[in-house]
């Protein structure tokens, strides 16, 4: 059911760009797309206990700011169309009533990934305790040369020697280099995906009616060049990470 003139809604993060109501694209700021977590292990198989050396995944979340705004919409459905891409959707757990003037403890998180939500409009406030966050999941075998790669990470390691702040320049050398190297391959390939991927949007009005719009987020063309100067200069002489982070990615609503 198509929505009256009268209704609207648009994407936070797009319309923040001044974008107003136009298709974009327009540059996603590090703090509207950022990735919040990223790990890669070997393969575990459950089911006889053994560890797969000869294979490895990556597991990576991204942070996308979904609120919308809008004209008498009452709910938000949120789709994630395309291959190796859900939404990873968690929220804190805790412990007691809140009755005390500490109000009640944080004692871990739970989660779950669809590749659809619904949450009422009322209701898209990320930064109250009990909010339910969505974040975009990647969760991929690596390819030969990424696993290559992983291997190489794996090696620069000095064996038996622990914190890692007792190695010395000589011995961190090798390995941020091969962390870098790592880091960028996975970066690039997470791209890929996310310029596969579409996000579609379903506003639901106060009258019943619907309005459903679909967005694409896509690599900036200077990509890799972007994120190669990055990671050179991410790190200060302290081994400290420097705040500023790269623009790389767009968003455009597709029409």
């Known amino acids: 059911m198509s929505a009256p003139t009268d209704n609207f809604f648009q994407m936070t993060a797009f319309a923040d760009e001044g974008t107003d109501q ?6 996603l700021s590090a703090e509207d797309f950022l990735i919040m977590r990223s790990s890669v292990g070997y393969v575990f198989h459950s089911d006889t206990g053994e560890t797969d050396l000869n294979q490895a995944k990556a597991s990576r979340s991204y942070n996308l700011d979904l609120t919308c705004t809008g004209d008498n919409v009452t709910s938000m459905t949120y789709e994630l169309q395309g291959e190796g891409v859900k939404f990873f959707n968690w929220e804190l757990t805790y412990e007691g009533s809140g009755a005390t003037s500490d109000g009640p403890t944080i004692t871990g998180a739970k989660g779950d990934n669809n590749n ?7 209701e898209q406030d990320i930064d109250t305790a009990e909010a339910v966050h969505h974040e975009i999941y990647l969760n991929y ?9 992983w291997d190489k990470l794996n090696a620069a390691h000095p064996q038996n020697k622990t914190p890692r702040d007792s190695l010395s320049e000589a ?7 091969a962390s870098d190297r790592l880091d960028l391959a996975l970066a690039q390939h997470d791209a890929e995906i996310m310029a596969n991927a579409r996000l579609v949007l379903t506003a639901t009005f106060s009258d019943g009616t619907t309005q459903t719009k679909t967005y694409r987020i896509a690599p900036v063309d200077d990509f890799e060049t972007a ?3 990055y990671l050179d200069t991410r790190f200060d002489g302290e081994g400290t990470a420097a705040p500023d982070r790269p623009v790389l990615y767009t968003i455009e609503e597709v029409v």
Not at 22 to 27: I, K, L, R, Y
Request: hydrophobic share 40%; aromatic share 10%; net charge negative.
């Open 22 to 27: 136009t298709n974009g694209p327009v540059t």
């Open 116 to 122: 659809s939500f619904t949450v009422d409009y009322s």
């Open 171 to 177: 011995e961190l050398a090798p390995i941020r280099e």
């Open 141 to 149: 075998l690596l390819d030969d040369a990424q696993k290559a790669l």
């Open 227 to 229: 994120y190669r100067a």
